[in-house]
């Protein structure tokens, strides 16, 4: 939904983190900054960090959720491969701080262990798509989530927990979008809150929308997006 879109005019890199998908599923424990290592070190084997050193353009970072957290990370550990940065439902720390935060992802890890794959990916698609006229998109969120390896899922989920880069937002100087869904899993003040401790990044809410937004709203969210990206130029 924005592979296509995007390719006429940039070229467009996606990919399996470590864990996940296609990509290997090595023993943990995984962390943020290990995946953020690891796609720095993929942008330098495309050659991608070559150009950079030769005067060219440094790459546009786009991440949902965990991703938005590896590109948080990148833009703190290697702001020299970052021209801009799209952070989509996501936030510059992960802390645990009361008992309903702690509960609710203990549950997920319970559920996965105990229940399976599938069953957690049907619990997040009625999350995620609730209404009616969305069950394709449930159905394929829950094909997409039961191909998740348990082990490999649940060592990335308990790397993120504790995970930060918070008190460095004010160093990160590439110009940065955040769009946020009007319904998602934490709410638009949280999002705003940390906007505003950035010396170069905006919001974008979009509406009547939930985590999954580049799914929920892919017509929306790539106009958001293109807009952004063309004043990068």
Known sequence: ????PFSDQYQVVTFDVRGHGQSDKPPGPYSIPLFANDTAELIKALGIA???TRGGAPVHVVGISMGGMIAFQLAVSYPELIRSMVIVNSGPE???????????????????RLLGMRKMGEIL?????PKPEQVEL??????????NDVRAYS???????????????????CPTLVIAAEYDYTPVALKEAYVARMPRAELVVIEDSRHATPVEHP???????????????
């Open 1 to 4: 939904m924005q592979v296509a």
């Open 50 to 52: 070559t150009a950079i």
């Open 94 to 112: 992960l802390i645990l701080r009361t008992f309903g935060e702690r509960l609710q992802a203990l549950q997920r890890l319970l559920v996965v």
């Open 125 to 129: 698609s009625k999350r995620l798509f």
């Open 138 to 147: 449930r159905q394929m969120l829950v094909k997409r989530w039961a191909e």
């Open 155 to 173: 060592d990335a989920a308990r790397g993120l927990l504790g995970w930060s880069v918070f008190d460095h937002l004010s160093t990160i100087e």
């Open 219 to 233: 017509e929306r969210f790539n106009q958001v997006l293109a807009s952004f990206l063309s004043n990068q130029a």
